[in-house]
């Protein structure tokens, strides 16, 4: 008989790709667990863009929206540019509020129209969190289901076509990271001293968040994410992908 309690035993990520964007709600998204393995993409010169749907601008409970926006932005730019990603993009959609539909779509088709990535990579689009019962936020649900979506969409022509922006039919996989249900994973190690650094950078985040020390709280939160998601990659501190072929 299996044992039930067994967990899963995650297959390497494909390596065999140049390009990708990485698709999410927020500042901040990519920072908690995912950067890892950004980081050390971007050290064998692979190309990672960044799109982000909104500029979180409602994340901070002690910071007017007004006010969070322009900082926060400029917080995932700094982020960003520690892991080696030069383009960041902004949607500008209201944060908390996204809705899953065409229209949302649309907007990522046409950035991974503009990007041609064979990689599209996003934030958990379940409705729950690993390991439990905590809820996840509509926002990530709506940003992820849409982009496992619109990297189909983007290589149809007559689906949300564009004058002068040709059809990409070339995305091969969405790699969703923070899924319940991971199937894949990369070593973390690597690239986790700047996935700590990059997650540094969203100061005005983490000092409203902790009054912890910054620097020992990224790390703990990292480094334990990793080793969490590294138990199922014979040990190796990972970064684990809940991936989709297409
Ligand atoms: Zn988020």
């Not at 390991?131 to 949300?160: E, Q, Y």
């Amino acid at each position: 008989m299996s044992d039930p309690t067994a967990r899963p035993t995650l297959e390497p990520m494909p390596a065999d790709w140049r390009t990708a964007l990485a698709i999410v709600a927020h500042p901040d998204d990519l920072e908690y667990g995912t950067a890892a393995a950004i980081a050390s993409w971007t050290d064998e010169g692979r190309s990672v863009s960044y799109l982000l749907a909104t500029r979180g601008e409602a994340g901070i409970d002690t910071m007017d929206p007004r006010r969070a926006a322009p900082v926060r932005e400029g917080e995932q730019r700094a982020a960003a540019a520690v892991v080696g990603v030069e383009s960041v993009e902004f949607l500008g959609l209201a944060d908390g509020t996204i809705e899953y539909g065409p229209a949302l779509r649309r907007e990522l088709a046409l950035a991974i129209r503009r990007h041609r990535p064979e990689l599209v990579i996003t934030v958990n689009h379940h409705d729950t969190w690993p390991g439990g019962r905590v809820w996840n936020t509509p926002d990530h649900r709506a940003v992820g289901r849409a982009a496992l979506d619109a990297a189909a969409d983007a290589g149809n022509r007559w689906i949300f076509p564009e004058p002068g922006l040709a059809p990409w039919d070339g995305v091969r996989w969405v790699a969703v990271s923070g899924s319940p249900y991971p199937t894949h994973a990369v070593a973390a190690g690597p690239g986790l001293e700047r996935a700590i650094a990059s997650l540094l950078e969203h100061r005005s985040y983490i000092a409203a968040l902790t009054g912890r020390d910054p620097r020992e709280y990224a790390r703990e939160l990292l480094a334990g994410a990793a080793a969490a998601e590294g138990a199922m990659f014979g040990g190796v501190a990972a970064v684990a992908f809940e991936l989709f072929p297409r």
